[in-house]
């Protein structure tokens, strides 16, 4: 079956403008994860979805960035006024539903802020 | 925040020999898991160990896990230029709940020449 997937794969934005980023999880997965990796940070949570509704938003680094999850599906990352820090790679993973730990990840969407 | 430390940050050695990649953590577990990506891009699932587990196998991949040193190490045995990719440790803190989101170490990157 089809795997996790992200798009765009490749972003080049300018600072000040808004990104919207997409992920589409493996069907059926009830948990969806936004992390990001970045040179200085490594890779770090930033949101955890349950369905449609985020339980823990704990790893958000500011609130420029948001996300919403619909149909208990498709999840969209937007980041608001980008800044050159923002650049990293977003990573997307889903997991099954609550009795499974294993997490599959997408292929991310690199962001560049110009 | 990065709970994982992995030692040693690069690795490189000739195809044939074994690889072996340490990960420490502060926190209680719940589970810890490794990870491989190529080239900076999507992570793949490569193995999870529980708390109560100290030893794991999967295929050329053995795990171990030292809850009292908290520590893990992955052995690649007879390595292949394939197996050229940075390799990342996880974990699941023991917080209950369903979350399970994932804290990442920095990584190790494994060169293996031919």
């Known amino acids: 079956g089809a795997g996790v997937s992200q798009s765009p794969s490749n972003k080049v934005t300018e600072k000040g403008k808004d990104v919207e980023l997409r992920c589409d999880p493996i069907?059926?997965?009830?948990?969806l994860y936004w992390y990001r990796q970045s040179l200085g940070q490594g890779l770090e949570f930033l949101i955890y979805f349950q369905g449609n509704s985020a339980p823990d938003k704990s790893g958000l680094p500011s609130d420029r960035f948001s996300a919403e999850r619909t149909g208990g599906s498709v999840s969209t990352l937007t980041i608001q006024r980008t800044q050159q820090e923002d650049s990293a790679v977003y990573l997307c993973?889903?997991?099954?539903?609550?009795?499974?730990?294993?997490?599959?990840f997408g292929p991310g969407t690199r962001l560049l802020v110009l | 925040s990065q709970q994982g430390e992995e030692d040693p940050q690069a690795l490189s050695i000739q195809e044939g020999e074994n690889a072996t990649m340490n990960c420490s953590y502060k926190?209680?577990?719940?589970?810890l898991q490794w990870y491989r990506q190529n080239s900076g891009r999507g992570l793949v699932h490569l193995i999870l160990i529980r708390s109560n587990e100290r030893e794991k196998h999967s295929g050329r991949l053995r795990v171990t896990l030292d809850t009292s040193k908290k520590s893990s190490s992955l052995l690649i045995t007879a390595s292949r230029a394939a197996d050229t990719a940075s390799y990342f440790c996880a974990t699941v803190r023991d917080s209950g709940g369903s979350n399970y989101k994932l804290t990442f170490g920095k990584g190790t990157l494994l060169t293996v020449n031919p």
């Open positions: 069907s059926g997965h009830t948990a």
């Open positions: 926190t209680s577990i719940n589970n």
């Open positions: 993973a889903s997991r099954r539903d609550l009795n499974r730990e294993t997490q599959y």
